[in-house]
């Protein structure tokens, strides 16, 4: 298919100078590949056309003519299309661009569009042509040129071209097929480094929305809807003006004039155009003028009666394309309708046609509708209305096969649950999770744990469901669905007994899955007590049940078990003799799995402590988790569904999605759950930090689809970080960015970055270097802002690099003497050069450890240099570029108060107060 439309872009939209008949040999060319019996054919038959085209490009180049230059290129440009690569006849495509005739040029212009990139060493010179066409008097070259900048972009071309589009743009005296092209160059330059323009140069591209062309408002209507989502402010002006086009739209078209619409669609006006700007108009709130509140009801207003199917006898089937132009402006229109969410009439009117595609045979027709439904369950109207449209949504999850529209019959059901109706739509759910395809099962399974917590009067009931869940599809359920039922459980008494039996009559299934065996070990190991009294529950068959599950089940899910063996030594000590039996059994006791085989050593160590108060205090029953926002709302707002616009009160889109976080691990079910981050706060790294205090290379951040890698290296006043970006997910990273700066110790450090490509591949890692200069001593870590787009969503992470002060000192060339360190120290004391810190030190420490901390602090001790044997002294030099600062330091540990002080002498005073409050945040 790709092939053939190329050839009918290279033979059918040129001049009918250059049509097919004219080229015969690219005619014959594709005639022959076409006739192919078989692949190596096609092999055998392009090879021998490459080296033909080869010949004539080599010591006969000079002799060709411009057309046979434009012939040949046609052929690699179909060639590389076909899949194979194309290694020469670049220069030969470049020097069409300097021909005369259309055709040629255009044949130039499609090679470099489709070969070349930012960044190739024929770059420039593509550059250069795209300057001169720019300045041609020929609108069509012009147009060729801003159709090059539209297709390629690069960062190249946005330096040299991005002033001269925006003036092509800004000129009303510029043909309007100019002004078309040169709005979508200039998106194209935004998209690839968004960039603020001044206020004039706003109100022109705003004013030209009431340009009497069609192209040329759909074109700037694009440009606008792309640059106002980042700077809403500058083009504010653009409501009024859109109001007032889409009202002049419909209101033409209902009266049955004509008006200003010259464009129809089967009837429709302008229905692309209408949907650019109802898309627009989403961007802002409300107008609060009330002359264009009015026009834009009315407008809305025949949109709806428009899409309202027709009463009458007349069975005529309308054409598609009316149909689908007609439903693609109404569903825009409930839209905004839902994002103005303040006209409680035409909300239950949209509501109400929304519910009347459910029969509709067509399935992307009802996954509209059921976007639109699961919009409006949001709103402060419609809440009611959607709830009367439940058995039909029941319907369309039940009897369609379209996964995606099973997604969004999910996502309006998640929308609407309430405490009125949540056991009846997660009664449905779960019947309708039983022969779900298996893509959409993680998904539902997630929102059912969340609906069931969320609206659940009855912790058991809960409870109840969720194991159920976990029968169900367990293969499908995060690992966060039951570390949350394992949270529910331990901070609500009322339901640990009822827990621990419904647990124990899981688990009497041979067949239950290992999920279910994770939750059973860990219930029963905390609360097995409770149904300790029950005869067909004793400890004995709670031994034995989780005994027979214990060769069926992974590594993980064993070293939970043996936890849970061992607390029963605790809560049942007549049980501690079987207990030891398995702990001491071969296969456990010598595991070839170092963390099982390490566990059951521990675990029997400790059974035979003769210390009675010990083995109580290790496993003592666990603590109520701390409360917090549930980790299943941080998963599911990863995931891309239409929940993700809807939280956000629908009030516009938003600027950056939240797709971040810990990857997580098989303990996150004994840590507290913690508040996901504010909706557009950047992603930040301040948990991967701590590792680095060690050592100089490590995971700079980690999530479920990004990771990140850095290494360290240091020579006098230089740093050199080295960070490896992996994409983990299926889908490629896009306009990737990134910068290095310091927050407000602007002139204490220089920075060279390397620019990373602007998309990252699934699977591909990819390097980056950042070098940086010490100028002077800082107090802050230098911050790497990268932006990316994910699945349509852009996406802020705010790094701190692990670049500290600290890391820039070195040893000392030659050791000092006690009496050189002596004469130095009395030379660099009193204020300012001396700071004192006195540093509350863990439990435990010893001198060796302090000295293996100075060692990581850069700071290496200078032995037996002073007269107390317990005291350490450190020397060096930090080295930045204003100056090489000497560093003595004195270490004055006190074993009784658990403190250590800390006298730093530097040669200046800002050194000394930054490296003691660096040891003090070091050590801490």
């Known amino acids: 298919l790709l092939c053939t439309c190329l050839v009918f872009k290279l033979v059918v939209c040129l001049p009918p100078t250059s049509t097919m008949k004219e080229m015969k040999g690219l005619t014959t060319f594709i005639a022959d590949i076409r006739a192919c019996k078989s692949h190596d054919a096609e092999i055998k038959r392009i090879n021998k056309e490459l080296a033909n085209i080869r010949e004539k490009f080599g010591a006969k180049s000079s002799k060709l003519d411009g057309y046979s230059k434009k012939k040949y290129v046609s052929k690699l440009i179909f060639i590389f299309l076909l899949g194979h690569d194309i290694e020469f006849g670049h220069l030969e495509a470049i020097n069409l661009l300097s021909s005369t005739k259309f055709s040629e040029k255009q044949i130039g212009y499609m090679f470099c569009s489709v070969l070349l990139f930012d960044g190739s060493e024929l770059f420039p010179m593509v550059v250069e042509a795209v300057l001169n066409d720019m300045r041609s008097t020929k609108e069509l070259n012009v147009c060729l040129a801003l159709n090059c900048i539209a297709n390629m972009g690069g960062k190249i071309l946005s330096e040299s071209v991005q002033n001269k589009v925006e003036k092509l743009l800004c000129t009303k005296q510029a043909p309007d097929f100019v002004r078309k092209k040169a709005s979508l160059a200039f998106l194209r330059l935004f998209r690839h480094k968004p960039f603020e323009v001044d206020g004039d140069t706003a109100s022109k591209i705003v004013e030209a929305l009431s340009h009497s062309d069609l192209g040329v408002v759909m074109s700037v209507t694009s440009l606008i809807l792309g640059m106002a989502q980042i700077y809403p402010n500058a083009f504010k002006g653009c409501v009024p003006i859109a109001v007032n086009r889409i009202h002049k739209i419909m209101m033409s078209n209902s009266t049955g004039g004509q008006g200003e619409v010259d464009y129809m669609y089967y009837s429709i006006p302008a229905p692309w155009l209408c949907v650019k700007l109802l898309r627009l108009l989403q961007v802002y709130d409300e107008p609060s003028d009330a002359a264009h509140k009015g026009r834009l009801k009315e407008a809305l207003e025949a949109i709806l009666t428009r899409a309202q199917p027709a009463a009458t006898a007349i069975t005529t089937k309308p054409k598609a394309q009316y149909t689908n132009a007609n439903q693609a402006v109404f ?61 039909g949504i029941i319907t369309a999850l039940h009897e369609t096969k379209d996964t995606s529209v099973q997604r969004r019959a999910v996502d309006v059901l998640y929308g609407v649950c309430d405490e009125t109706n949540v056991e009846s739509i997660v009664k449905d759910l779960l019947r309708f999770l039983k022969g779900s395809e298996y893509a959409v099962r993680e998904e539902v399974v997630l929102k059912i744990a969340i609906l069931a917590e969320k609206y659940a009067a009855d912790y058991k009931w809960y409870v109840n469901m969720i194991l159920t869940l976990i029968q169900m599809a367990g293969d499908h359920v995060a690992d966060e669905v039951w570390h949350r039922v394992i949270h529910v459980i331990v901070n609500k008494e009322d339901v640990q007994s009822h827990a621990a039996k419904m647990c124990y009559q899981a688990v009497l299934d041979p067949s239950c899955h290992e999920n279910m065996v994770k939750v059973c070990a860990y219930v029963l190991g905390e609360f097995g007590n409770l149904i300790a009294n029950d005869p067909s529950s004793t400890p004995e068959k709670q031994l034995e049940i989780l005994q027979k599950h214990y060769p069926m089940v992974s590594v993980g899910t064993r070293g939970m078990i043996l936890t849970t063996y061992a607390k029963y030594c605790q809560i049942f000590p007549e049980l501690k003799e079987n207990v030891q039996q398995v702990l001491r059994a071969e296969n456990i006791f010598k595991s070839a799995h170092a963390e099982i085989q390490q566990r059951a050593n521990e675990y029997f160590n400790l059974t035979t402590v003769a210390n009675p108060g010990v083995m109580p205090t290790v ?21 891309k569904d239409v929940t993700d616009k809807i939280k956000r009160g629908g009030k516009g889109p938003s600027q950056l999605a939240q797709v971040g976080g810990d990857a997580g691990d098989a303990g996150a079910a004994q840590k507290a759950s913690t508040p996901a981050p504010p909706p557009n706060a950047p992603l930040r790294n301040d948990t991967f930090l701590l590792a680095f205090k060690t050592t100089d290379s490590g995971k700079l951040y980690e999530s479920a689809v990004l990771q990140i890698g850095v290494k360290l290296e240091y020579s006098k006043q230089h740093a050199r970080a080295t960070l490896y970006y992996g994409n983990r997910s299926q889908i490629p990273f896009s306009e990737v960015t ?12 220089k920075f060279t970055i390397q620019e990373l490509p602007p998309t990252l591949n699934p699977g591909a890692q990819v390097p980056q270097i950042i070098t940086m200069e010490c100028l002077d001593v800082f107090t802050e870590n230098p911050l790497l802002d990268l932006s990316l787009k994910y699945e349509s969503r852009k996406i802020l992470l705010r790094l701190t690099i692990p670049i500290s002060a600290n890391k820039f000192t070195a040893p000392l060339a030659a050791p000092l003497t006690v009496e050189q360190f002596g004469q130095k120290w009395g030379q660099l004391g009193g204020a300012p050069r001396e700071v004192v810190e006195i540093v509350s030190v863990p439990q435990g420490f010893t001198r060796e450890s302090l000295v293996e901390s100075l060692k990581h602090f850069k700071l290496p001790e200078i032995p037996n240099m002073d007269p107390r044997p317990e005291n350490i002294v450190c020397a060096g030099i930090l080295h930045t570029t204003s100056a090489q600062i000497g ?13 250590v002080k800390f006298t730093f002498r530097c040669s200046n005073g800002s050194a000394s107060s930054t490296l003691a409050s660096g040891i003090k945040t070091f050590l801490q």
């Open 331 to 391: 569903f825009e229109a409930v839209a905004v309708i839902a994002h103005y969410d303040s006209d409680e009439k035409m909300q239950h009117r949209a509501t109400r046609q929304l519910g009347t595609f459910f029969g509709d045979n067509k399935p992307n027709v009802r996954f509209l509708a059921l976007e639109g439904l699961s919009i409006m369950a949001q709103t402060q109207y419609s809440r009611n209305e959607v709830k009367q449209l439940l058995p």
């Open 619 to 639: 496993l003592e029953e666990m603590p109520p988790f701390e409360e917090g926002e549930s980790s299943l709302l941080s998963k599911l707002d990863k995931d």
């Open 738 to 749: 990134s910068k290095v700066y310091m927050k407000s110790e602007t002139g204490a450090a």
């Open 887 to 899: 560093v003595l330091v004195r270490v004055e540990p006190d074993q009784g108060s658990k403190k």
